[in-house]
């Protein structure tokens, strides 16, 4: 050991130590920040840049402690000591910008610095002592100690302090650089304990500077202990169990950080979530800065788990929750909200690019096939993006982003779409019918309007279609298409899908009471598609109404049936042994539709009205419908075409033996009672002429309706 040092090369040193740590904070700011893709390059970057400055740290040291013995210097061994500082370096930068901090990552990479930084120190000494000294063992271990401590204290001061925005958040910086520097010189004050005099200095090897003793000590026992004191609190701060893991960015706003994840991803939950919202608009507030919210919605995953099982459709999640944490900057927060739907607040916002640019790695992170369980799966998603302070407060922020991913998903999905006037008014008259819809359900504003289907022969009543309207106070009779979208959003569809069916059931008990045979067709909407217990539930109501299966008929969307097609093969065999009939409605609008039609075990087809709508004019629309027809025939299934509208619509549908016409040419959609009242005048005119005339349809005076 040495029983002289240079105070002034040691002032020195402890003076560029402060100013790299500080110089430090801003690269980790810098990495926190980074895109993925930049992160690496800038992460070698840094810590060459870190581990340079460490160089020079450990240079002066030695000139201060060992300055009467330096020789020619080995270019060599200073290289392997520049190593070991870039070492030390990506150490400290790359655990620091983890996202999480468990306590064996830090004991471990505390090591790696600890281990590199006595490193540094021996491969200096080889360099610029040679061979003059050995290494002792025991002050060696008490020295790579005091390293590891110091970095075990760098890494939580830097990962703690990376996303501090508190009241003198530069000030406190300096103070935790010096105390990190201050660190490091009582490191080489440790690490010069190490080295004896094997030579012609064997006389100072035992030679011990009192004031040098006094100060190695003094300041290894303060370093000591705030080290302990702040790893103490960081944690007890953090996670009250600390084997547990540990985020810091959650944890810190969550009240029991053991219930702040979804079990599932292990992603932050909605509670998380919304905390760390307000923690994050109260930074925006204070700083006057700004935050991204971005809704993620997943196109088209529940066939996912109507097609491969629910632990497929959990496999894929947990896969796009880990794509998601990668493709998002270390600043940023990402939470599954419930389902397939997540959040993420994007902060450390410079311009909207930088958003932007964000967004759009989250969008091409599940454009890759996703290979579970030997199933190949291809998803997309949907993401409505809204800045704050900009669209509102915290409570509409959301109701923003929202509405922002409903329009990106109206204009195809696979993109994402922000919050601006556009959808502002949509999304405030979205709001408003959201309010009238909860009254409508309550006052029971909703009515069933049916339009009659006739036999193409003999004109006969073939039974009746139920459509939804709803009897708005000041608008007048409103069709789905005004309400059916914000029906599905804020989740009142299942409600009103059950009224129909149950308001259906009841029209055809009334209709038996009144003497009359009703069958009625049924829409499903996509919901009810998917529903595992909806056969049961149709039987229940059925049941409760003396409903007989033949008076039902259940028409499902060519559109729904396309996608979902193991989904629709399913439900198809429930409906078929519960004797309950099935209609492919809009058929035709697929190229497709006529190549699976044979396997599907379903009782009619609907013709789409673009196709009514042309047999009258263009021999190539009639002759598709006459080769539908003739197709349908052989499969015994009976075809309806819906939009008929003319006489000579009726009559070139005629000659292609289409079974059963509806449309406004008969009757437009009208109430119960005069639908009874239609059936009691065409069964009175033919009990009195044996025909049933289309008069008996027209004559009656047409229900006028608002849509």
Known sequence: MFSEFSSS?????????????????GFVASLYRASPDKYSKLLIVYSLLVGLGLFAIHFMNMRAFNHSYMNELSYFYLLLAFGFATSVGYSVLHTANKLTLPLYSLILSGLQAGLSGYGIFIFFSKAMLENQYEILLLPSLLAIAIAVGVGILSIITYYWLKSYDG???????AFFSILISIGILSTHLAFNTCLGSVNTYGADSNILNSSFITMLFAMVLIFVFLTAFIVVVFYDKLNPNIVKRINFRNTTSVTNPLDSFDPLTKLPNRNALNQHLKLAAKRCDRLGDSMALAYIDLDHFKPVNDTFGHHVGDLLLVEVAERFNS????????????????????????????????VQRIIDAVKEPFFIEGHLIEISCSVGVAIYPRDGNLEKLKVSADAAMYKAKENGRNQ????????????????????????????EEFTLHFQPKIVSKTHAPAGAEALLRWNHPSKGLLTPIYFIEAAERFGFIDRINNWVLTEACKTINMAHSNGIQLSLSVNLSRQQFRNAQLVDHIKSVMEVYQVPP?????????????????????????????????????????????????NLEVSEVKLDKSFTSGVAKYGSALAIVDAVVKLAHALNLTVVAEGVESEDQRLALLTTGCDQLQGYYFSKPVPAEQLFAIYHKLNAHYSHSGEFSISDYLDLEAYSEEV
């Open 327 to 358: 493709a998002i900057r270390n600043c940023d927060y990402i939470a599954r909200a419930g389902g397939d739907e997540f959040v993420a607040i994007l902060g450390e916002i410079n311009a909207h690019e930088s958003i932007v640019a964000v």
């Open 9 to 25: 090369i040691m002032l020195i040193s402890l003076m560029a130590g402060a100013l790299a740590c500080f110089a430090t904070f």
């Open 550 to 598: 033949q008076n039902l008929i259940f028409e499902i969307s060519e559109t729904h049936a396309i996608h979902n097609q193991n989904q629709f093969k399913k439900l198809l065999s429930k409906f078929k042994f519960a004797h309950l009939k099935v209609s492919i409605d809009d058929f035709g609008l697929h190229p497709f539709s006529l190549t699976y039609l044979q």
């Open 416 to 443: 994402f779409r922000f919050y601006d006037a556009e959808i502002e008014q949509a999304s405030d008259e979205m709001q408003k019918i959201r309010k009238e819809l909860l009254d409508a359900i309550e006052k």
């Open 167 to 173: 009241a003198h958040r530069y000030s406190v910086r």
